[in-house]
Structure formats: C-alpha cells, structure tokens
C-alpha cells in the first residue's frame, strides 16, 4: 500500500505538468497568430499608403499634363496669350483670350459664388446670360470645356474634400446653367483644377473658364 502511495504522486505531478505545458503552448499559438494578424494589418494599411500616393502621382501628373495643354504648351519666352476681340467684351466679370485654337472665358469666382458654395448667385445670371448668347449667336455648334479654379488656401469648414471637387461642382453649376439656355450638354465637357493654377491674387484664382475650341 504504501508504494501504490508513492507511485500515485509522481503520476498526479506529471499528470499537471502536461496540462500546464499545453496551455503554455496554446498561449503561444494565441501569441504568434495575433503578432501575425498585426503583421499583416500593418502591410496591407503600407500598401493601401502606397497604392493611394501612386494614384495622387498619377492624378498629379495628369493635371500637370492637362494644364500644359490648356494653356497652348507654351516655351520660356514665347508670347502670353492674346486679350481677342471675341464677342465676350462688357460683359461683367468676364475676360477673354484666345490661346491657340481656343477662346478663354474666365469668369470671376467672385461674381459667380459667395465663398465656399456652388449655388449661382442670382447677380450672377445676367453675366452667364450673355455668355451662353455669345457662344449660341458666334459660336454655335463647338465643342465646350467648363473648367474650376480655386484659391490655394486648403478647404477648412466647407462640406468639400478639397478645393478639386469644389472646383468641378462649381464648374458643373456653370454648365448646367449654360445647358438650360439652349447650349447643347453634349458639347459641353467639364474638368477641375483646383488650387493648380492660381493667378496673381486670390480674388483672380477664383474663377470658373468657359473654353470654346476650334475658333
């Protein structure tokens, strides 16, 4: 009796030890599967990072390219482009330059917006008037591209992500009240640069250009 006493101990010891060793070993598992779960968060947010800073270089590129061609491509030194006798002269707001092929109706932000909105100001309808009569009686019949420029200032209380898509919400109120003046939607294309092209003052980046091609 007394060695069936001793041999129940170590067995009852041993009998512990495996129970403690598996699940120390199944904490471990837990350990590793979570470092490995972090592991795989962390690379897919840097790709994420990476996927999203190559589609800004992208983006980045394209207006780079685009504004090239806006303004006629042109080289260090040649002529700046030429104030026309277009038909949009004495209208409020308005200026025009002929780059290229193209007619450049800038109209000002200012007479268009109050600040940080895209509803049309009801002081504004006479000017945009004007112009959708001057494209309809000279130009009838080219193709359009409505474009938005913005100040550089960052977009802080406004509903809008940045100043791109304040710029082509601007640029689509502008097209939308052109259509419903006669001109032909289908002509008319829209686009936004944003803060990319600023001009010599605040005031002045502000503005909405109303492009006829082939002139």
Known sequence: MRRVGMLVVPVACLAALLGGCDSAQKDEVTLLKQETDDLRKQLADRNAALESLERERTAAMARADAAEKLHGGAAAGSAPPAVVESGFEGISGVSATRVGNEVHVAIEGDVLFDSGRTSLKETSRRSLDRVAAVIREK????????????????????????????????????????????LDGKRISLSSYGPDMPLDSKAKSRRVEVVVIGT
Do not use: C, M, Q
């Open 139 to 182: 130009y009838g019949g080219r193709e359009i591209r409505v474009i938005g420029f913005t100040d550089t200032d960052p977009i802080k209380r406004s509903g809008f992500k940045s100043n791109y898509h304040l710029g082509f919400d601007r640029a689509f109120s502008v097209r939308e009240y052109l259509v419903g003046k006669g």
